[in-house]
């Protein structure tokens, strides 16, 4: 086990019964993007961090007042898991950013090209919750922040599978932001939107070549890789992953932007033809 005595970190205006996150914080996906941000952040901020990838380099680094200790991890694998938690000892905050993204038609993809999507960005959060909760409920308080995204409220056009994993995010996030509500567990889903990450060079685009749909596909896909690329960094997610976990009474949803919370408020009042509508002539489909 990775020995440390856990300290406390209070918000201001809070007495010490009223909020009762220790200091210690696991990351997944952190080797790199928005995962390896949020990191950064928190150690920043003098937070012990633990962050968790299949290729992270296993060794404390100092940052900031606090530090970042490397564990790999893979989120698909109970034994690696259970291995990882164990080493990690006590913690009571979460932050799920392991994940990756498939791109093409719906009725291209293989079953097995979709089934490891969700593997990895549904089920990877199940996996790790299911060993990181018992740990958390023993505090007062704890905290589990999902990097879910904008594909996961509205479709994305040539990402289906992508956004159902995001879109089962969303449904099990809030049924466990009710169902642990009595051990003081929070629940938030960040949803961010362009983010300008490796996410995009790794984005994977099986069966393309003698699709009906190829034009369409290659259409679509350009203008995310574009919107990717001058999109907001991955700083701006870590930035809001922190605030979250300074609130009293953490929201189900936050999305990052201006211009995606908006596009979140007209999701709620158009019908859904007219988004749709809008989806299709943004991604020139």
Do not use: W
């Amino acid at each position: 086990m990775i020995a440390d005595v856990p300290r406390y970190h209070y918000n201001q205006g809070m007495s010490r019964n009223d909020f009762l996150y220790t200091d210690r914080i696991v990351v997944t996906g952190a080797g790199s993007g928005i995962g390896k941000a949020v990191a950064e952040r928190f150690a920043s901020e003098g937070y012990t961090v633990f962050g968790l990838s299949r290729t992270i380099e296993e060794k404390r680094t100092d940052v900031g007042k606090g530090s970042i200790t490397g564990v790999r991890c893979d989120v698909t694998d109970d034994e690696s898991i259970s291995h990882a938690i164990e080493r990690i000892g006590d913690f009571s905050i979460i932050v799920h950013s392991a994940g990756f993204g498939i791109a093409g038609a719906a009725e291209d993809t293989p079953p097995d090209a979709a089934r490891k999507q969700i593997e990895t960005n549904y089920f990877g959060v199940l996996n790790m919750n299911r060993h990181a909760l018992p740990v958390m409920r023993k505090h007062a308080k704890s905290l589990v922040v999902i990097i879910s995204s904008i594909a996961g409220r509205v479709p994305i056009p040539f990402q289906s599978h992508y956004s159902s994993s995001k879109y089962a995010l969303e449904a099990y996030a809030g049924c466990l932001k009710m169902e642990a509500a009595c051990f003081g567990v929070e629940c938030t889903l960040v949803e961010p939107g362009d983010i300008r990450t490796g996410f995009t060079e790794h984005r994977s685009f099986p069966h393309i070549e003698n699709s009906v749909y190829k034009d369409m596909a290659e259409r679509a896909v350009a203008r995310m890789v574009d919107d990717e690329l001058n999109g907001m960094s991955p700083q701006s997610v870590a930035d809001v992953v922190f605030k979250v976990s300074k609130k009293k009474h953490p929201p189900l949803r936050v999305a990052v932007g201006f211009q995606y919370k908006a596009l979140m408020v007209l999701a709620r009042l158009l019908p859904d033809s007219v988004i749709l509508a809008i989806l299709k002539k943004m991604y020139r489909v």
